[in-house]
């Protein structure tokens, strides 16, 4: 195995591969990363046994092998080494590597004990634009349940045009606080509902941050569903997720469709308010109180802790129906205020006792459930 590349290519290759590849007690061969050269193409691989990723690498193949080598070793080594062009060679079980003045040898591991990546069931097919992909999941992944007491809420779900949008739906709840996003997939009509780990989902996140191609030449992601299995291809990857088996609660059902009292806030200001509340809530419950009064139209954002005072503040705002109060946590509440895509958005709710939402005041592709704290 012998090939030449950019340092800049490996650098950026490994960099895309090198998050999946973890320190794994007992399959240490799992924190490697796999080097196949064959038919003039270099491939990286990559797997936890739940998620895998193979990267193309640009580079001028001499002679084809397969080896495996420690993914950080490599990666912070080739970090460090001068932009100039890189001599890679297998010698017996090391990977050698040439870059101007200086000569590398790193042990590593023959390819027949890495673990066998499946390929991808193309069952079904859809495009989505990158960008908004990426943004989409961002907006929607830090409301999964963080524990995996309930496994299917610990994972994403995705909703391929099912009766509530005709493109994908991608939602995620604790139980505490919802939040849902609907994309536009360009191609694709099939439907199938499944829930993907979160963990894939912020690994998506990462690689197509790191993708050059976002937002430049290429802009559509090629994703393929099947009943256990999710894949994307983008750029020169192909990240490929086991799904978490079960079904999704039916939030929908949770999300109200009328509303007693209805405000349009500038999501900024807010934010400051409720930082300052926060500082005087009660480690845990994290309760502020938003009180809004159409009278003089003003939310008062307000907060008390035995330790360290009490705090309250109004702000003016467009609102509308009457007047009402609820007790939030007020991290849940920053949390989806800091996931719109807007400078101004609707806070909406009925009683003390009930969900209230938040939405971007333009636009219906996203809204925010927080469940209200009860006193």
Not at 332 to 356: I, K, W
Request: one cysteine or more.
């Amino acid at each position: 195995m012998k090939f030449i590349c950019t340092k800049e290519n490996l650098s950026h290759t490994l960099d895309l591969v090198t998050g999946i590849a973890a320190r794994h007690s007992n399959l240490p061969i799992l924190s490697n990363i796999l080097i196949s050269v064959k038919d003039s193409k270099v491939e990286l691989v990559a797997t936890n046994l739940e998620v895998a990723i193979k990267v193309v690498l640009r580079a001028k193949v001499e002679s084809d092998g397969v080896f495996t080598v420690p993914a950080k070793t490599l990666t912070d080594y080739v970090h460090l080494l001068s932009d100039e062009q890189l001599e890679v060679d297998l010698i017996g079980n090391e990977l050698s590597i040439k870059c101007g003045s200086s000569e590398t040898k790193i042990k590593g591991t023959v390819a027949e004990e890495f673990p066998l990546v499946p390929e991808v069931e193309e069952k079904f097919a859809y495009t989505v634009d990158a960008q908004e992909f990426k943004n989409s999941l961002s907006q929607v992944v830090f409301a999964a349940a963080k524990n995996e007491i309930r496994p299917e809420l610990s994972g994403i779900y995705f909703g391929f045009f099912t009766e509530r949008f005709e493109g994908l739906v991608i939602a995620a709840t604790d139980s505490y606080r919802l939040a849902e996003k609907k994309v536009v997939l360009p191609q694709g009509s099939e439907q199938i509902r499944v829930i993907v780990p979160s963990r894939t989902v912020y690994e998506i996140i990462r690689i197509l941050s790191l993708s050059k191609n976002v937002s430049q030449a290429e802009t559509n992601i090629r994703l393929w569903v099947s009943e256990n299995q999710i894949a994307i291809r983008y750029d020169n990857f192909e990240l490929t997720s086991r799904l978490v088996d079960g079904r999704y609660p039916d939030y929908a059902q949770i999300i109200p469709t009328a509303f007693k009292t209805d405000a349009v806030f500038s999501i900024n200001v807010l934010e400051n308010k409720i930082k300052a509340a926060g500082l005087f809530t009660t480690t845990g419950v994290n309760a502020v109180s938003f009180s809004f009064d159409p009278a003089v139209k003003t939310i008062k954002v307000s907060s008390t802790s035995t330790q360290t005072g009490e705090h309250v503040s109004d702000m003016e705002v467009e609102i509308s129906g009457e007047k009402n109060q609820i007790l939030l946590n007020h991290r849940y509440v920053l949390e989806g205020l800091q996931n719109m895509d807007s400078d101004t958005a609707h806070f909406r709710l009925n009683s003390a006792d009930s969900p209230c939402l938040i939405e971007p005041k333009e636009g219906n592709k996203y809204l925010y459930i927080v469940m209200p704290i009860r006193q």
